[in-house]
């Protein structure tokens, strides 16, 4: 199992050229992200082959693809009438992305001192 964050971006593609993007983020289930907290996440290089994303301080690289369906994402709201017996969920689309960013973990290695540049 793993977990799925939406984010929303813009891009300039040229000197006058934006595009709108809307992208899901999908994280390993081993990754240590709580996600039921809003985090604090940097991207870095979103038009490159392999991103570097920052989430809570952890470190992670990516890779941009194309689905070929769609992600459509989902908010389920909790309504009670009157009687608490009587519960109604709701749900209303959120959002629809065809696009993905695949994340797995960077791990960092000490440097040994024989080892040279």
Known sequence: CSFAYVFYFVLRNMESEWEEVTMMMELPSSSHVDNRRQGYFQIL???????????????????????????????????????????????????????????????????KDSETL
Not at 65 to 88: C, I, N, Y
Not at 98 to 111: C, D
């Open 45 to 111: 290089g979103i038009s490159t082959d392999k991103p570097l994303v920052k989430i809570n301080g952890q470190l992670y690289t990516g890779q941009c693809t194309d689905t070929l369906g769609s992600h459509l994402f989902l908010e389920v709201d909790d309504h009670s009438d009157k009687e608490a017996a009587q519960r109604k969920k709701q749900i209303k689309s959120l959002v629809v992305t065809s696009k993905s960013l695949k994340l797995e973990p960077v791990y960092l290695n000490t440097k």
